[in-house]
């Protein structure tokens, strides 16, 4: 069956080109090594995400590594060429060093936060904030109408929304004045791979960001025939095979789609740039396969308006 979706401008980096399909992710685990931003710099990343929070990212020294890697006399890397996004976090987030005061009304933890981020991030304009839906929807509209008015004002050039279910997603795009640009979202197994949001994402023409590919409980896509046998025909590790089935599907459905990836190791990092670099040829009957495995309906009959 035929269906539409309606084109929006794509986003783009400060230099004109469409944004990474991968992105660094900075969130901090227990037990893990830490994230390291200078280093997915130099390899070859262009789009770091952070948070105004303590509670799993610190901002600021995600901040310090972007600017010793653009302040660097190769100048092989410039502010223009990286997407810098970042979120705003309720109290519920915050551990120490709140960037506003627990008394202040919805808006003003919003401008606050903002404002921290710029000055942790040390940067003029900050390229995506994302808001987390709040306790209730007006507080969650009041924070957006803010987010909003920064957007037209120049201080942030997109806005999104994270971690949000379908019916917070439909509400808040009918009431906001600006579009949501992207949503941000856990890719889980148990949440169905978020299917209703990525079609809601899908036939709006925002641009869909998950994180989590590669989380234990996702460890049967890796295992999956068709990655498995994607990675041992073209060479390429099943992390990178998972990577192609996933841009793959998106493509075939007209979704912009974008990857979040905090992985510590050179080589892995290298690994999944090189998978949407150079992205291997995937069979339209494998590619189905995989989209069954994930819900996402493999649909070749589009019409982009």
């Known amino acids: 069956m035929e269906s539409t979706i309606s084109r929006q401008r794509a986003p783009v980096l400060l230099n004109g080109s469409l944004i990474p399909q991968i992105i660094y992710g900075t969130a901090r685990r227990e037990g893990k090594r830490l994230p390291n931003v200078l280093q997915a710099l130099e390899v070859g990343y262009r789009a770091i995400d952070t948070a105004t929070s303590r509670r799993f990212h610190h901002e600021d020294e995600d901040g310090q590594a972007i600017a010793q890697c653009l302040a ?113 979202n856990w890719f889980r197994k148990a949440k169905d791979f978020d299917r209703e949001v990525m079609e809601f994402c899908r036939g709006h023409g925002i641009v869909y960001q998950i994180f989590g590919v590669f989380d234990v409980e996702n460890a049967d896509l890796l295992d999956s025939e068709p990655v498995q046998k994607h990675a041992q025909v073209n060479s390429i590790s099943t992390h990178q095979a998972l990577i192609q089935f996933l841009m793959a599907v998106a493509t075939s459905q007209g979704l912009q789609l974008c990857i979040l990836d905090g992985t510590t190791s050179i080589d892995h990092m290298k690994d999944n740039l090189k998978a949407v670099s150079q992205p291997s040829e995937i069979r339209d009957v494998d590619a189905r396969v995989f989209s069954d495995l994930i819900g996402w309906i493999y649909d070749d009959d589009i019409v982009y308006v």
């Open 72 to 184: 660097k006399d190769s100048g092989s890397v410039h502010r223009h060429d990286v997407l810098i996004q970042s979120k705003y976090c309720a109290p519920a987030d915050q551990t120490e060093q709140w960037p506003y005061d627990i008394a202040d009304d919805t808006k003003s933890r919003v401008f606050k936060s903002v404002l921290c981020c710029a000055d942790n991030l040390e940067i003029d304009v900050i390229d995506v904030y994302f808001l987390s839906p709040l306790s209730s929807s007006d507080r969650t509209l009041d924070a957006w109408h803010a987010l909003e008015s920064i957007a037209n004002r120049g201080g942030i050039r997109y806005i999104g929304v994270c971690n949000v279910r379908i019916a917070s997603l439909r509400a808040l795009y009918e009431q906001a004045r600006v579009k949501p640009t992207f949503v941000q």
